[in-house]
């Protein structure tokens, strides 16, 4: 089992920035895609950015242009967000992502973040 330490929110005012980091207990994203995911008050937990193994990246209509995910390794991943916006308050996670876009692991506690107006 692998498990995900994320970390690097915290409280921003809108049009800020923040750059999330997730370790993983072994190198799962050596072997899978990796992705950050995302889950506000309320809502059901979605995918915000994917990463391929082969560098292919992705985001969801929300965040793009405004978020970027890269990979130091096999067990690290980062989401730099910029612009933020109260809308992108929620819990953050890491995870591994298979070839049909769903999550391989476990899920991580996530960290918190917080876009006031």
């Known amino acids: 089992q692998v498990q995900f330490m994320e970390s690097g929110g915290g409280l921003v005012q809108a049009g800020g920035s923040l750059r999330l980091s997730c370790i993983a207990s072994?190198?799962?994203?050596?072997?899978?895609?990796s992705g950050w995911y995302r889950q506000a008050a309320g809502k059901e937990r979605e995918r915000v950015a994917g990463?391929?193994?082969?560098?292919?990246e992705n985001y969801a209509d929300s965040v793009q242009g405004r978020f970027i995910i890269s990979r130091n390794g096999g067990n690290r991943i980062y989401l730099q967000m910029n612009n933020l916006k109260p809308e992108d308050t929620a819990v953050y996670y890491c995870?591994?992502?298979?070839?049909?876009?769903?999550?391989?692991?476990?899920w991580g506690q996530g960290t918190q973040v917080t876009v006031s107006s």
């Open positions: 990463l391929s193994r082969a560098g292919f």
């Open positions: 072994r190198s799962i994203f050596g072997v899978s895609g």
């Open positions: 995870n591994g992502l298979d070839r049909e876009g769903r999550p391989t692991e476990p």
